[in-house]
């Protein structure tokens, strides 16, 4: 069965750090590049950050740029996201995801593909993590 399984989630204060995972199983991730989005009941899903297949380069969205770091353990079958200074407005529930095409899309638009992550489909996505920030 192919499927991507997030974990990490949880209450957390102001200021403190989690890290979520994103398991594979069925197929190997280090066939795909990565992506990371959040959506907030009621608003649009966004893309926070995504990694190429080697984890050569990872990209992020504007806001959580120095906070959040993504990285992938091939041998593992596993992408941590690991975010740290979290803030009240980072409360959402985060998804992994990945599609076949996602590698060239990140080849041809780099940094740009942040801001297109939402709108884009994907063959493979998790269940999600609920991350909620508060004191």
């Known amino acids: 069965d192919v499927q991507l399984v997030e974990s990490g989630g949880g209450l957390v204060q102001p200021g403190g750090s989690l890290r979520l995972s994103c398991a594979a199983s069925g197929f190997s991730l280090d066939d795909y590049a990565i992506a990371w989005l959040r959506q907030v009941p009621g608003k649009e899903r966004e893309g926070v950050s995504m990694i190429t297949k080697s984890g050569g380069n990872t990209f992020y969205l504007d806001s959580v740029k120095g906070r959040f770091t993504l990285s992938r353990d091939n041998a593992k079958n596993t992408v941590y996201l690991q975010m740290n200074s979290l803030k009240p407005e980072d409360t959402a529930v985060y998804y992994c995801?990945?599609?076949?095409?996602?590698?060239?899309?990140?080849?041809?638009?780099?940094?740009?593909?942040?801001?297109?992550?939402?709108?884009?489909?994907?063959?493979?996505w998790g269940k999600g993590t609920l991350v909620t920030v508060s004191s």
């Open positions: 995801a990945t599609d076949r095409t996602l590698e060239g899309i990140i080849r041809e638009f780099g940094q740009r593909t942040v801001g297109m992550m939402g709108q884009l489909d994907y063959d493979y």
